[in-house]
């Protein structure tokens, strides 16, 4: 059983600094994709950014120059922790955070069907206050 365990949400002011934390915890036997999702009250969960297994990243314009993703123990498939650097924070960047471990775009063929992998965490909530 995989299941993801996120940690950094916090409420802040605007212009400050954040870091989200995901932790892979259980074994994926698998290279997967890891990506942040947001969601504000009562609107649908949207993109935030990916990284991929061979380390590409994708953002969403709203955050571009602004948030970083990174991740450490990348090929290791029950270590894996994805970060989410978060500056010059936003009132609008208020939302709940969630993490996503979802099937890479070219996964290793030792995967088998380990690859189709797809879980959620649980969600953190940030604050960004005026």
């Known amino acids: 059983q995989v299941w993801l365990e996120e940690s950094g949400g916090d409420s802040v002011e605007a212009g400050e600094s954040l870091t989200l934390s995901c932790k892979v915890s259980?074994?994926?036997?698998?290279?997967?994709?890891m990506s942040w999702y947001r969601q504000y009250p009562e609107r649908e969960r949207e993109f935030v950014a990916t990284?991929?297994?061979?380390?590409?990243?994708?953002?969403?314009?709203s955050v571009k120059e602004r948030f970083t993703i990174s991740q450490v123990d990348a090929k290791n498939t029950n270590r894996n922790t994805v970060y989410l650097q978060m500056n010059s924070l936003k009132v609008e960047d208020t939302a709940v955070y969630y993490c996503?471990?979802?099937?890479?775009?070219?996964?290793?063929?030792?995967?088998?069907?380990?690859?189709?992998?797809?879980?959620w965490g649980q969600g953190t909530l940030v604050t960004v206050s005026s």
């Open positions: 990284i991929d297994r061979d380390g590409t990243t994708t953002y969403a314009d």
């Open positions: 996503k471990l979802s099937p890479a775009s070219n996964p290793p063929p030792w995967c088998g069907t380990n690859r189709h992998l797809e879980v």
């Open positions: 259980g074994n994926t036997f698998c290279e997967h994709a």
